[in-house]
């Protein structure tokens, strides 16, 4: 290949023996390809907690201080390259925990400076460990590399322009840039944050804007499996997946991919691989534009959940053939940047999800203008993925008859409206034990393991 973009997560960076590893695999990648991988890197895995807890919690401040450049310091000697390539940055950071009250949450752009510093160590760190091993290597600050963003501090969007900057920027480097995931700048300089897990995002931006080959991310699982592990331990590696399966996937609760990360990859056909660090032998799973070309390419690949999901209905008796009652109602969800999951309706009901809730109070003044509103919070979204499967004749009976059997509700289901995706509402504690469920008794156990060998 010419060129491939490597993320490496949180635990692939934060664990020494990992670390080792990671370094091993971009190594091996400098000499096949044609230029250097770019790398891309999050925090050490729960510092950017640790930042959390200390933008928000004044009174631990000066504890969870010295707790982040501990952790780091004793890192650094831990893998072998000593303190002095972060020495400058702890200085900053010490000298800039010093300026901060002890008094009140961070400002949201102070929080970003404070987040950021997680992913400017690690990169410092993992570009040393490279330059001890004999590569050219640079740590590049994302801002500095192009990814520039609005200001939307914890959350910001990448502009158009980054592309054409983090191409020119990275495209030509004769070393390694080791660049920081998660995090952008605004136009006048100001560090900004993609929002959690949003490392995975930054590798896509990168990987889009040089035309790289391939993006890897390289994390703790052997690639996207078919179901939560934590949830089901026996969850297998899914060996293929769409663009829009992994998408559907990562949006309802996948968090081994931020739900942003396979835009630009879309958007230039690049395909996308997530592999475990620690098995880099295992074959991972593959993402691309294509669906599976074989002819039983409707199975079901992988169930995710979201939980913390709240469902708003808003009934109205003028519903009945008023036209103009559902534009009016989703004019409000717009205007007040409520993201609508899953939607139902009936002849006189509407019936959205919610998962982020906080600017729901304002809007609900409004849509009790238009009906009577009913708020159920405490429920989560399942989702059953796989390209063709809702078609799948008898699928949703299949789903609900098991379900059914061990007295689970279903409070809202959505069918149809997507060819990849049966998603349905469920008591937030239920989830687990559905997915669990499903997981069996549609046979992914068993049946995912047998695919990947033959993908
Ligand atoms: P990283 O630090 O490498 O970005 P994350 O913790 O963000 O890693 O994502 C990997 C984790 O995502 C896994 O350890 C697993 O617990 C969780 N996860 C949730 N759903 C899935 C799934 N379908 N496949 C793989 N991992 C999943
Ligand atoms: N370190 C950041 C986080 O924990 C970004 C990432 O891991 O992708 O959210
Ligand atoms: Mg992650």
Redesign the pocket.
């Known amino acids: 290949m010419q060129r491939v973009v490597l ?6 960076v934060g664990i020494a023996s990992h670390f080792a590893g990671a370094q091993a695999l971009v190594l091996s990648r400098a000499k096949l390809d044609a230029k250097p991988p770019i790398v891309v890197v ?1 925090a050490l ?1 729960g510092v950017t907690n640790l930042l959390v807890d200390y933008a928000a919690l004044p009174g631990r401040r000066a504890a969870l201080a010295t707790q982040v450049a501990g952790r780091h310091a004793s890192f650094a000697s831990e893998i072998g390259v000593g303190v002095a390539p972060i020495e400058t940055l702890l200085a900053e950071w010490h000298e800039r925990t010093a300026s901060h009250s002890t008094a009140a949450a961070l400002p949201p752009a102070e929080r970003d400076h404070v987040l950021a510093f997680g992913e400017r160590l690690s990169a410092a760190l993992f570009a040393a460990g490279l330059r001890a091993r004999g590569a050219a290597a640079t740590a590049v600050l994302a801002g500095d590399a192009g990814l520039v963003t609005d200001e939307r501090f914890g959350a910001a969007h990448p502009l158009p322009e980054s592309a054409a900057l983090l191409a020119q920027s990275l495209g030509a480097r004769g070393d390694i840039a080791v660049v920081t995931g998660f995090l952008g700048r605004t136009a006048d300089g100001r560090v900004t944050t993609l929002g959690r ?1 949003g ?2 995002y930054s590798a896509a931006l990168v990987g889009a804007a040089v035309s790289a080959d391939e993006i890897q ?5 052997s ?9 089901v331990p026996e ?1 297998r ?1 899914v060996a293929h997946l769409s663009f829009a399966e992994a998408s559907e ?1 990562a949006y309802f ?6 739900p942003k990360t396979l835009l630009p990859a879309i958007e230039r056909g690049i395909a996308v691989r ?1 592999l475990n ?1 620690a098995r880099p032998d295992d074959p991972g799973s593959r993402i691309t534009a294509t669906a599976d070309p074989s002819a039983d390419s409707w199975r079901v690949k ?1 169930i ?1 959940s979201k939980k913390r999901v709240t469902a708003v209905t808003i009934v109205s008796t003028r519903m009945l053939l008023a036209h103009g009652f559902l534009a009016r109602v989703f004019e409000v969800f717009g205007r007040h940047h409520l993201v609508v999951d899953l939607v139902t309706t009936s002849e006189v009901s509407i019936s959205v999800t919610l998962d982020d809730t906080s600017r729901l109070d304002d809007a609900l003044a409004e849509l009790e203008g238009i009906g009577r509103v009913e708020v159920r919070e405490g429920l989560a979204v399942v989702a059953v993925v796989g390209e063709g499967a809702p078609a799948r004749l008898g699928l949703a009976g299949h789903v609900f008859t098991l379900l059914g059997g061990v007295g689970i509700g279903v409070e809202m289901i959505s069918q149809g409206a997507s060819r990849v995706n049966l998603s349905f509402v469920v008591r937030e504690d239920d989830a687990d034990r559905t997915v669990r469920l499903l997981h069996r008794g549609l046979g992914l156990d068993a049946e995912v393991g047998e695919r990947s060998a033959a993908n």
């Open positions: 993320k490496f997560g949180g635990t692939s999050s895995t897990g490392s995975d991310i390289w994390t703790d699982t690639g996207m499996l078919s179901a939560d592990p934590r949830i969850a590696p996937l609760g996948a968090k081994v991919l931020h997530i660090t992988s995710a």
